[in-house]
């Protein structure tokens, strides 16, 4: 994001720390939109909790 010019929202480094941080265990992913705002939730391979949110 930097090389490009876009600033990295708030949390995001800690988002792609936490999914660096399962390794190689299957991550699902869960998209939610409204009107103004899209969120990517990262859910474990048990789903039983959020690994992240961006």
């Known amino acids: 994001?930097?090389?490009?010019?876009?600033?990295p929202r708030p949390g995001?480094?800690?988002?792609?720390?936490?999914?660096f941080a399962e390794g190689t265990a299957r991550i699902y992913l869960a998209t939610i939109t409204g009107s103004q705002r899209r969120f990517i939730?990262?859910?474990?391979?048990?789903?039983?909790?959020s690994v992240?949110?961006?």
């Open 41 to 49: 939730v990262s859910l474990s391979e048990d789903l039983t909790r």
């Open 12 to 19: 995001l480094a800690a988002a792609v720390d936490r999914l």
């Open 52 to 54: 992240a949110c961006m």
């Open 1 to 7: 994001m930097l090389d490009t010019g876009v600033a």
